[in-house]
């Protein structure tokens, strides 16, 4: 276990495993790290589920009827935020991309478009709605370097070992006014408060990290990158909360879920504590 850090919550697998797992604080960053992290190919065997919705297009149950649906909004959402960016060339790369329907509607609106993807099956999706422009993890190193005008993870970066090699990766990729746009579950919400170690969100050991708006600041702060606009996510925390409902009753309980995730986003008004969060940021020394 990292030294100096204090225990923050003990929690298991709920999805795949149910192995036992601990999210241990990084007081450097006020950022939780789950321990013990698996590598390799242990990790990707945690990821071994038609349950992980981001990896299939299927709508079997309610749970699922409701990420498709809170999908199609929200790829309108992140498409209407990339074109906010002052941007001649449109080079966007977005990494994680699942089954590639964020690239597919950045394709139509005449982006040029570079997505990563680890699995693949999903791959193999989402190369079949944008003209093969979707690789395996591998070449993202290969990219070259200041390239991108815009690079997207939606709901990514908690899963990438090696966090800060990752984010200097990141910085190597944009060009000197790039943009880029993470999203991340805050652990920091109400609905994780409420939830504990029944929060869907904590995803454990699939997501290694979990964030802060202080950790996602400072952490790109060693790149010399800053930190200009924090979105909330709202329907972030229905779907969360419906997630987190199945784990700790054994059932989604609908209109409990529906409530608690009401409860977290009326609190984050005055908190800005939301869900999951947007966070936009930009060389500093563009």
């Known amino acids: 276990m990292p030294k100096n850090n204090p225990t923050y919550l003990s929690l298991k697998d709920h999805s795949v495993s149910k192995e036992e797992f601990q999210l241990v604080h990084n007081k450097e960053l006020d950022m939780l790290e789950t321990y013990p992290q698996p590598e390799g190919e242990k990790l990707s065997e945690y990821y071994q589920s038609e349950d992980y919705i981001s990896h299939t297009d299927t709508k079997r149950n309610l749970l699922e009827l409701a990420y498709h649906k809170v999908r199609e909004i929200s790829l309108k959402r992140k498409l209407k935020l990339i074109n906010s960016f002052q941007s001649e060339s449109k080079t966007l790369l977005d990494i994680g991309c699942g089954t590639g329907d964020f690239l597919e ?26 003209n093969n422009s979707i690789f395996e993890s591998s070449e993202l190193t290969k990219l070259k ?73 400072r952490l790109f702060k060693k790149e010399n990158m800053t930190l200009v606009k924090t979105l909330p996510m709202k329907f972030d925390a229905y779907y969360v909360c419906l997630l987190s409902e199945k784990y700790k009753s054994g059932f989604m309980n609908p209109l409990k879920a529906f409530w608690v995730g009401w409860q977290s986003n009326r609190k984050a008004k005055r908190s800005m504590e939301y869900s999951s969060h947007i966070y936009v940021l930009k060389n500093a020394d563009s």
């Open 105 to 130: 509607t950045a394709l139509k609106a005449n982006w040029q478009i570079t997505g990563i993807e680890p699995n693949d099956s999903a791959r193999q999706i989402a190369n079949s709605k944008t």
């Open 145 to 217: 370097p200041h390239s991108f005008d815009v690079i997207t993870l939606w709901h990514v970066l908690e899963h990438l070992p090696e966090l800060e090699k990752q984010t200097a990766l990141l910085k190597s990729l944009l060009k000197p006014n790039g943009t880029l746009v993470i999203a991340v579950p805050n652990f920091k919400s109400y609905d994780a408060n409420h939830y504990k170690n029944f929060w869907a969100a904590f995803d454990v050991p699939r997501h290694l990290w979990h964030f802060s708006k202080t950790s996602i600041e």
